[in-house]
């Protein structure tokens, strides 16, 4: 009878064991997609700061990369703030300098105004593949000029 009652506890845990281990190379095979959008997004804050770093006008194209799992993700900027989606998860950062969606005119402008062009634009999308170009320029605001940053 020993014997049986082993060697049940013994397949018992060797279930067990096996159901753990799927567990763990599970995860290792497919990832937690919060972290890669997490690391994309930590990838766009870095190319942002160089750019503001650079202290002058200059234009880098950043692409929207896709997941290690070849899974689509959609990017949405919206000021201060970007947002990745893939695979059912997101994963929002604050950005600084803060990004303006719109393009301007080469007209003077007031702080009012560029907050009014800011809120004009609700989000703005980009898909794994796109290009964005992440852009400095010296704005004239409020009779001085200010380095903005704008992505189209």
């Not at 095979?29 to 770093?53: N, Y």
Request: hydrophobic share 45%; with cysteine; glycine share 6%.
């Amino acid at each position: 009878m020993d014997f049986v009652v082993s060697k049940v506890v013994m397949s018992i845990c060797a279930l067990l064991v096996a159901g753990a281990l799927t567990e763990v190379v599970g995860m290792a095979i497919s990832p937690d997609p919060e972290d890669d959008l997490g690391d994309i997004l930590a990838d766009l804050q870095r190319t942002v700061s160089t750019i503001a770093a650079h202290g002058g006008e200059c234009t880098v194209a950043w692409e929207v990369p896709a997941l290690p799992s070849g899974s689509t993700v959609r990017l949405c900027i919206r000021g201060c703030s970007a947002t990745a989606y893939a695979e059912d998860a997101g994963r929002t950062v604050e950005v600084l300098p803060e990004l303006h969606p719109w393009v301007w005119d080469s007209m003077p402008l007031n702080w009012t105004r560029v907050e009014e062009l800011d809120r004009g634009t609700i989000c703005f999308e980009a898909r794994s593949g796109d290009e964005l170009a992440l852009r400095c320029q010296l704005v004239l605001v409020d009779d001085s000029d200010e380095l903005l940053m704008f992505v189209a």
